[in-house]
């Protein structure tokens, strides 16, 4: 494979016949991509096998971000063996520049991670010299805790850990708890005229959480055009003519498939301020809960901030989740000098 410009060298990695070139945003790069994600994914035991369809749908509607430029593919004789994927977004009024990626099981621990890595950098310096941002910029990035490479991996390239998140699961949809509504509420289903205040008002419950970044058209046509969207398994309640709360459930079925479960997914659960502090919460979940069961599915999964600042931990224990797995938000300083740190980089080795 000819290198172009901009694109790393394979010079250094271990693994013949490599080569990098950038992401067509074709149907074959969708359906290569989706299936080296679900592929690393299964292997490293983490809850998530997109679509092609959904993949998609993400990488479409994202603002200021062009998977054509932005998403690095590794390759040996044309077939994909690791990406890498980088993007810019505003999270509590301070600019993050996110790296991600993954490698095939079969390719780790030969420099190829270490690259991606750096290859993402590179592109994220790139476009902060066109946001021109000087003050409070910051590289991050997210590891499970079975990911112990990618771990290491990131804190030898000078990453730290600051946040931790969880993936909490309730193993049967059975005997769940009474919880009714509080009083002048109700859940109505969910109308296409309805879209745009549920959006909003989800928007707005979740500006109160740590790592908010704010809503954008983007992220509503995603939502909205996402390939599995079933408003059907959505509870939203309703005061008069304003949103009190809502949780958006879906259910991921070609993942269902390639796991080998019957599983649904809270997402978005949120209360506006007005509202707390009354059962609304919990009312929402298990109604929730109840239509994913009737939905035919016997198990459902949830993520959470493990410092969510509403008490989300205890609630959603409360209604039978318990954790599953655990997530940790990394972060590096823009002006890092890899200098400081070449005790643990030579100490570490990289998995992705």
Do not use: C
Not at 107 to 136: C, K, Q, S
Not at 173 to 178: A, C, I, N, Q, T
Not at 182 to 203: K, N, T
């Amino acid at each position: 494979m000819v290198e172009a410009a901009g694109l790393p060298s394979a010079e250094g990695i271990t693994i013949a016949r490599l080569g990098f070139r950038r992401f067509a945003a074709d149907d074959a790069d969708y359906e290569a991509l989706a299936r080296l994600i679900g592929t690393a994914s299964v292997a490293d035991g983490l809850d998530y096998v997109p679509s092609v369809a959904g993949l998609r749908n993400d990488f479409e509607h994202v603002a200021d971000f062009d998977p054509r430029e932005d998403v690095l593919l590794a390759e040996v004789d044309d077939a994909l063996v690791g990406f890498g994927q980088v993007q810019r977004d505003v999270r509590d009024g301070r600019p993050v520049y996110w790296t991600f990626g993954t490698v095939l099981p079969a390719y780790r621990r030969h420099g190829l991670g270490r690259a991606i890595v750096r290859a993402n950098e590179r592109r994220l310096r790139e476009i902060g010299r066109r946001f021109g941002e000087e003050e409070g910029r910051t590289f991050a990035s997210w590891a499970d805790d079975q990911q112990s490479g990618t771990r290491e991996l990131l804190t030898s390239e000078g990453y730290e850990p600051i946040r931790y998140g969880f993936s909490m699961r309730r193993p049967d949809l059975e005997e769940l708890p009474e919880a009714p509504l509080p009083d002048g509420l109700e859940v109505r289903p969910v109308l296409p005229e309805h879209h745009r205040a549920i959006f909003d008002a989800d928007d707005e419950a979740f500006r109160d959480h740590w790592g908010h970044r704010d809503a954008t058209e983007e992220d509503f046509a995603a939502r909205y055009g996402d390939p599995d969207l079933d408003t059907r398994l959505w509870r939203v309640a309703w005061d008069g003519e304003q949103v009190a709360g809502s949780v958006m459930s879906y259910i991921w079925r070609s993942e269902n498939e390639a796991l080998g479960v019957r599983r649904g997914w809270l997402e978005r659960i949120s209360v506006r301020r007005p509202w707390r502090q009354r059962g609304l919460a919990r009312a929402l979940i298990v109604s929730a809960l109840e239509g994913l069961r009737d939905a035919g599915m016997n198990e459902a999964m949830l993520g959470v901030d493990a410092e969510n600042p509403t008490g989300a931990v205890r609630l959603y224990e409360s209604v039978g989740f318990r954790e599953k797995d655990r997530s940790t938000r990394y972060q590096k300083a823009w002006s890092w000098d890899p200098g400081r740190r070449q005790g643990s980089a030579s100490r570490a080795r990289p998995r992705t």
